[in-house]
């Protein structure tokens, strides 16, 4: 194989780092190839983790073909996309889910039971902070999460979806209305040196 993973926006992973992750994991086979796993009679369910700039044409395939769907999110990069995904899904024979797995942490879980269950009184204000700092330091290299092309809204979208799920899985509250302030405070990042480098 070459490493081409067939994915959109040019992206590449090396084959060398995905053998090597099968071997490490104990995984009998490995593929770089989406397309071919959708073609595969015994595959039910396609995981979709890769960068945002492809999320919409692998689910659009994978429901085409009659599997599962479960996508990282955001699960598009534009309204057109997230459209045309959901009207395959609608389509579709299998279902299809966004992976917004902070809804599975048993504390989150209890609040929105206690919520539901007017344990809490009425819910006025929702303070949410996502406590991650790994791209803080400027030396991080540039990797796709950090390229709109790829990423779409960046961190907005990237970590700022996860605060918006749970806020609204917490509360059972739909937000009607944002406003808001953006800086990029890390304007130049070194390029990866190895070709696939992925975070």
């Not at 085409?64 to 009207?87: D, F, I, Q, R, Y």
């Not at 990797?143 to 092309?149: F, M």
């Amino acid at each position: 194989m070459d490493g081409d993973s067939g994915l959109g926006g040019g992206v590449v992973f090396a084959e060398e780092a995905t053998r090597a992750a099968a071997s490490r994991l104990g995984w009998a086979e490995y593929t770089t190839d989406w397309r071919s796993l959708i073609e595969r009679d015994d595959i039910d369910i396609i995981d979709i983790c890769t960068p945002g700039d492809s999320h919409a044409e692998i689910a659009i395939a994978a429901l085409a073909a009659g599997k599962h769907v479960l996508c990282e999110k955001p699960p598009a990069n534009t309204v057109a996309e997230a459209a045309a995904m959901a009207k395959a899904a609608e389509k579709a024979v299998g279902r299809s889910m966004v992976a917004f797995n902070y809804r599975r942490v048993p504390a989150l879980a209890l609040a929105q039971q206690l919520v539901a269950a007017g344990e809490l009184d009425a819910v006025r204000h929702v303070r949410a902070v996502y406590l991650q700092d790994w791209i803080v330091d400027p030396s991080f290299p540039l990797v796709w999460r950090l390229q709109k092309d790829k990423a779409g809204a960046g961190a907005l979208a990237d970590i700022g979806s996860h605060i918006i799920d749970t806020a609204q899985f917490v509360t059972g509250q739909h937000i009607v209305g944002v406003t808001g302030l953006t800086e990029t405070f890390v304007k130049e990042r070194p390029v990866p040196e190895t070709e696939g480098w992925a975070r």
